[in-house]
Every structure is written in C-alpha cells, then in structure tokens.
C-alpha cells in the first residue's frame, strides 16, 4: 500500500487528502487560504499533512502540492500566482523544511490533468487533454505517457490561446484568450448582455433573477437550460461551440487521443457536451480522413488537482 | 561513423540525402515525384537509396522518409496527403520491400522538427517549436527531447489552429487557420489586394508586377521591403505580426524554450523576424514574470526534412 498526501492550494483554500495507490482518497483536511502571507500558506499545508499523516493506515511516502501559479521548470518556486502573495515563492523547499516527507509541487491545472490521467477519465489513453471551465479555462496536457510541463515549466495554458484577434479582455492583460469565450464567466456575460437587451427570447432567464442581471448566477442558466428554456439552452449552446472550436485547434497542434472536460458548467451534461462535440468535429483538421478522439466529462470533479497531486507524488517515491 | 539516408517526398521532387552522425549531407539525390502513383514513388524512393548507399564510405544503418502527409501513430502508414496519392498508404512496409536497410516514415514537418532539434537553430534545447512559414504554414513540435507525435501521429498540425473566426477559407476546408493569415501566400493575397485597391501606397509594389496584381510573388514584396518600400515592409509587418501571435498561442500551450522559424519567407531576416518578436513578446501569458524563449531562423533551409528523416532512421538504429 502507496500512501502520499496531496494538497490542492488555491486562493480561498488549501484542500488536502490522504490518497491510496488507485487514488482514492482515505482521508481529507481543508483550511482557508492566507492568501497574502506565503510562510503562513506553508504552516497551513503543514499542519494538514500532520493531521492526514497521524494514524494512516500505512507510511506516507511523500507530498504532493497543486499550487494556483506558474511552477518553474525545477518544480521548486513558484514563480507567480495571479490571486495569491506568491513571487518566486521556494515553496518545495519551504514546505520540506517544516514536514519528515519529500515534497513535490505542480501548477494546479496540470495536477488535474494528471489525475484525470492516472485515475480518472483519462487512465486509458497516453495522449489527454484536460480542459476546466470554471471562472476562467484551465487545462493540462499528457503527451506520450508524460506530463506536458514546457521549457520553463508553464506548459499548458491554454486558457490563454487567443480565439478572437481584439476580442474581449482577458484577466492575463491580453484580448480575446480562450478563456474569455469559454468560460463559466463568459457564459453569464452573454446571459447578462441577454437579458438587458430587453428581448422577450430572455424573459425566463429574467426572470431567475428578478429582472436584474447583475444578480444572474451561471447555476441559473444551467437550471433554466435544464427546465428547457429556449435562450439558457442557446446560450450553453453557444458556450460549448467556442469550447469545441477552441478545442479543435489544440487538437490540430496536440493530437490527443482523450479530451477530458472538467469544472463546474459540465453539470449541465449533454446540453454543454453535445455543442462541444459538435464544433469540434465539424473544425478538427483532416476530419473524415482520421480517427476523432472521445470527449468526456472529467470524473474526479474539484478532487483532481490534490488526487493528481497525490499520484505525483507517488510517481516521485517510485523512482 | 553512422550514415544513413534521410529521404524528403513532397508533392512535385523527392529529395535524398546520405547523411552522418553530425547531420552533415555527405551526397545528394533527386527524382520528381510521381505523385498520382503510390507504387512508384516508392520504387524511386528505392532507387534513391540504392544510388546514395552505392561506394558510401561506410554502412548505411537506415532510412528515414518525410512525407507531405499524415503519418498513423505506429509509424507504417501514410493516412491521406493532401498533394498526393496517398490514401492509408502502407509506405513503411512498401519501401522496406524494395530496400536492405530499417525504414522509418515520418510526416515531412515533424521530420524538419527533428532536423532543426538534433542537427540545427534547436539543438541545445529541450523543448522546441518549429515554425515553417511557406505556401502554407507547418510545423513540429519536440517536447521534452521527444517529437509529439500524438496520440494518431498528427500532432503538430499548428498551421490549423484557428486565428480568425470566420476568416479566410483554408486548403484544409476550415476558415480562419493561422495558415491563411501567417503564410507566403497570405502575404501574397495581401500585396495583390494593396495593389488592386488603387492606393499609391502600392505604385512600388504594382511597378515590380507591370501593374498585374497577378503576376506579383513572395519574392517581389520581399525585394521591394530590402529596397525600402514603405508599403512591401508594412506586408511584412503585418504578416510577422500574424506569426507572432500566432506563435503566442502556441507559447501558452506549449511553453517551448527554443522557437525557430524556416521556410522561404525567413529570407527577409529582421523584416520579419523583428515583427514575429515583437508580436510573440506583446502576447504572451505571463510576459513579465517569466523567462522569454528565443525566436531564431532555421538553420537547415529545405534540407531539414531529409536531415531529420535520417536523424530519425539513425536514433531507430541506436535503439
């Protein structure tokens, strides 16, 4: 029996989990983040791996940490976090100094996608794409067996391949990135633009949040789509031609033999996956002359990014 | 000593080379390819090889083939080339019939990849990104010191990666494909329209042509930009501006240390490299908190595709 810890840090919460060799998670532990205080964000990660460690039913062989940022190529720093305090952060040394385990660290998305790939949609294929539609769009790659990490270790973004030449703005600085067109975000803007338009097509959503935009929630369109209302299922429709065209193009450049959709908007089901099918078959590259890739929905939800930690981890102890 | 002979089949000449361990081409070979006739291309293939093995100063250890089309994941077939005849063609098996050596196939911009990675502008890096700018755009990626093949073999097809919603209509059937914006020809469709426009902008570039927007080439807007032209180097502004950005998406994606662009274009130096720069830095995710990877030209010209086809067949032979 392989025991490692994996911890997911993101900006309002560190969520850990004592996580067994088929990534099943045994026990879990949850702090709020101090996102502005780094040596504070270690003394939380510590004391949940003492906390998950005491009584395990077996040694832990290491610990594995999904941080929200950019990871350098010697997963050592983290070398920037857009909501946290961390600044060439040595979080790997930081976090070994205060626990009796050897610490690995990886950017959150790509720890996702390494769960989906170890133990989740993905365990089957060697070449995946994980792509997370939450707030913004995140993803990770696997090529060949191998997570894809780059030259400096920021591999992966693909949120931020751009889809629209001056198109909306994007978080990063730049227009028109993926995950301005493909994200939970983006999909109650456009509701929002919807209902303030004052056409009728909008009255159910209106409706929902009693006639102010502002208070539309995404959950509330994927309930009015799931109660068939005829606007909530077009704009979901709409979402999921950008997710399928914006995957369309990394299929061209990756090839990946499983593409694993992840986050929370994939609760709506077929009314988001069916359109994110659609586009990407009608735009992949050399369709008709080449075999098409499945498109899942992720299977180890907002667990993936510690489970994937965790396998990493796991991977290390291995070597 | 290693030699072995690397083998460029495009859609109108095939171009042999034996090659050593340096990627230096000892001797050289050429037939036109007979592109509506599988069979036949592969019996010149075959001639090619027994005339560079003939008198080699020492054992040819393979053959490596770049080919104008996709290439299946187990490395045996030819799936569909765009140029050519070719329609699951079982290419690895057909030559190896006809020759004495290993034969490896490859798809011709993975191979050029390779070239650049093991013998060219890349070969101090881990993580590189070919960018091969001519009638269409190409490319080839090698991540981690492995080429990405994908999970089908058709990985690196970045020249249908989508720039432009709704844009121009692509040779693959799409619209909006980097290789409509970033390509020689694109740059060829922009000059001619300048011209046609009527604006004196273009009386330089319409005086190259005799005042037939059709007869301008590629090779005239680059002359008229070296001999100062104010609106030949807005073309090529303009076109390394497409390049850049579309080189940034992939940067997101792909986090490449090392990015070479080649293809004929390249010989207008920092007419377009500087804009490709330019672009590439403004874009980017993370510019700012990152390290920038270099932009360089190719070194190989259009020997890469025959260098890396027998890189490949050498790195078959040492396994």
Redo the contacts between chains.
Sequence with gaps: MTLTIGIDIGGTKLAGGLVDEHGTILREGRRDTPAQDPAAIATEAADIVRELAEGAPADVAGVGLACAG?INAEGTHI??APNLAWRNEPMQERLSALVDYPVVIENDANAAAWGEFRHGAASD???MLLVTIGTGVGGG?V??G?L??????????????????GGHRCG???RGCFEVYGSGSALVREARELIASGTPLAAGLSERCGGDPDRLKGRDVTAAAEADDPAAKELLTDLGTWIG?GV???G???????IVIGGGVVEAGDLLMQPIRAAYGR?L???G???M?EIVAASLGNRAGLIGAAALAADEARR
Excluded at 152 to 159: F, K, V
Excluded at 252 to 258: F, H, K, S, T
């Design positions: 950019f070398l920037f294929a060697d070449d790659i090529s060949d191998k894809l990490r780059g030259a400096y270790g920021i591999g992966g973004e693909i949120g931020h391949m751009r889809l629209v030449p990063c600085g730049n065209e369309a193009s990394l061209a450049v990756l090839d990946p033999g499983r735009n590259i050399g369709r002359y080449r075999p890739p």
